[in-house]
């Protein structure tokens, strides 16, 4: 591949919404696209599934929760594409509501995976997206339901704009360790390890955002979280209200941003609507 090619590259995309964001991305970006999953064989699959339908992604192995297959894609994409053009961040876990795993193990996991790992991605691979790149976090509005059932003092920290990276970053581990310690209500924390976990990815999008205008404002990348709503797969199973492919209209819409674009950055879109939280 030439470094001049485009590409994007979709994380945990061998099934429900990220399989239907690889599926549009294949059909309307103008550039090879990556289809990453933590299974190979289902990853596999998933690209020849797309394949029979005409399509032609790529499939590179990806397990957010391994820091060296981070960096093994980081350097797949250097060196057959000089960097990146689209990032989406779909790859995540949650637990089901009658799931009877322990809230404290639910909340480390959960944050292990949505939280500090998806922060990983973003470490690694935030410096070698190009000029004009666009970056997509798949957040939820169960994270500004989060955010309103957090006590008062943690949600003016929370919205505060002077909240660095590593602030963030203490308080989630924060609620990991109060959750382990049976502590986490009294501390000012909901009861929903998801919605403490799309929580802290809204306000890191916000964080990165804001450090993209700082070092590289002139590149003109955007970087913004969004909700699909509430999707059928595997996690919501068929009380979902929406079908994959509704899911993925949003996230599509922000990675297809046209070059000329500003905004929106640093925000939460629903609906291709900017929420204010």
């Not at 059928?232 to 949003?250: F, K």
């Amino acid at each position: 591949m030439s470094s001049c090619s485009r590409v994007a590259l979709v994380t945990g995309a061998d099934k429900g919404i990220g399989f239907a964001i690889t599926r549009e991305l294949c059909r309307r970006f103008s550039g090879d696209v990556v289809l990453t999953a933590r299974d190979e064989a289902r990853g596999r699959a998933a690209v020849q599934l797309l394949q029979a339908e005409g399509l032609s992604p790529r499939f590179h192995q990806l397990d957010i929760d391994d820091l060296q297959s981070i960096r093994a894609v980081r350097d797949f994409l250097r060196r057959e594409y000089g960097g990146l053009n689209v990032l989406v961040n779909n790859a995540g876990i949650a637990f089901k509501v009658d799931d009877p795993t322990p809230f404290d193990i639910q909340a480390e996991m959960t944050l292990k995976t949505n939280f500090f790992s998806t922060r990983n991605v973003c470490t690694e691979l935030l410096p070698i997206v190009k000029p004009h790149g666009r970056v997509v976090n798949i957040s939820s509005l169960q994270g500004s339901k989060a955010l309103e059932d957090c006590s008062e003092s943690l949600r003016e920290r929370l919205q505060c704009d002077a909240l660095t990276e590593g602030d963030l970053v203490d308080l989630m581990k924060k609620f990991v360790e109060d959750a382990k310690n049976e502590m986490h209500r009294r501390e000012g924390w909901p009861d929903s390890a998801y919605g403490v976990s799309k929580l802290g990815l809204t306000v890191l999008s916000r964080i990165m955002a804001r450090r993209l205008d700082e070092q590289r404002g002139a590149d003109r990348i955007l970087l913004n979280a969004c909700c699909p709503r509430w999707v059928r797969t595997d996690v919501a199973g068929d009380e979902g209200s929406r079908a994959s492919e509704q899911g993925a209209e949003t996230p599509v819409y922000l990675a297809l941003l046209p070059p000329d674009a500003t905004e929106p950055h640093g925000q939460l879109i629903c609906d291709k609507v900017v929420q204010h939280w």
